[in-house]
T-cell receptor, first 114, second 119 residues
């Protein structure tokens, strides 16, 4: 399985600011995914990021709020823009491929917005 | 539409007891994949098992076992002789192929079951 790291591991931010979360994988992967886990809740997919193309966003998530970059096959960033307390969550990146492949997750970024 | 239901929100057991975590799923696909993940208090999501829809054999891995029954759309997870280190939130998830089976997968998660093992 791939080894996935995320930076920062946690952060406390002020309302109205933006935070960029980095996801690094130790091997080349086609697809990377970004999830949000609100406090006490399950995981919700934000978007799928393929290298060389625009990210595909799920219903309820928009590029202006969560811009994503995927500059190469081992790296991706998710920015949480113009944050509000409702954005306080754990943000996780994962890697996988087709449906039969297991998705492996990074350690997550715990975000608290004051 | 796909859906994963984990009806048990929280379970507490005393150490060394056996515990079963329930998972019921809905899907219209004939080919799909089921997963269990463990999320300890540290927050990372740890992969436990993957099962495809054509393989209904039960699986045992140490103290963990999984019972997959297509007839009842269930994929239950049993921990035998529970230990304090088993305390975590456990998620069941479903993956369906998109775009004719060649596209990206998308994991649909249940709401999780928080297991507390009391010493």
């Amino acid at each position: 399985s791939a080894v996935i790291s995320q930076k920062p591991s946690r952060d406390i931010c002020q309302r109205g600011t933006s935070l960029t979360i980095q996801c690094q994988v130790d091997s080349q992967v086609t697809m990377m995914f970004w999830y949000r886990q609100q406090p006490g809740q399950s995981l919700t997919l934000i978007a799928t990021a393929n290298q060389g193309s625009e990210a595909t966003y799920e219903s309820g998530f928009v590029i202006d709020k969560f811009p994503i970059s995927r500059p190469n096959l081992t790296f991706s960033t998710l920015t949480v823009s113009n944050m509000s307390p409702e954005d306080s969550s754990i943000y996780l990146c994962s890697v996988g491929g087709t449906a039969q492949e297991t998705q492996y997750f990074g350690p997550g970024t715990r975000l608290l917005v004051l | 539409a796909q859906k994963v239901t984990q009806a048990q929100t929280e379970i507490s057991v005393v150490e060394k007891e056996d515990v079963t975590l329930d998972c019921v799923y809905e899907t219209r696909d004939t080919t799909y994949y089921l997963f269990w993940y463990k999320q300890p208090p540290s927050g990372e999501l740890v992969f436990l098992i993957r099962r495809n829809s054509f393989d209904e054999q039960n699986e045992i891995s140490g103290r963990y076992s999984w019972n997959f029954q297509k007839s009842t759309s269930s994929f239950n997870f049993t921990i035998t002789a529970s230990q304090v280190v088993d305390s975590a939130v456990y998620f069941c998830a479903l993956s369906e192929a998109r775009w004719g089976g060649t596209g990206a997968n998308n994991l649909f998660f249940g709401t999780g079951t928080r297991l507390t093992v009391i010493p």
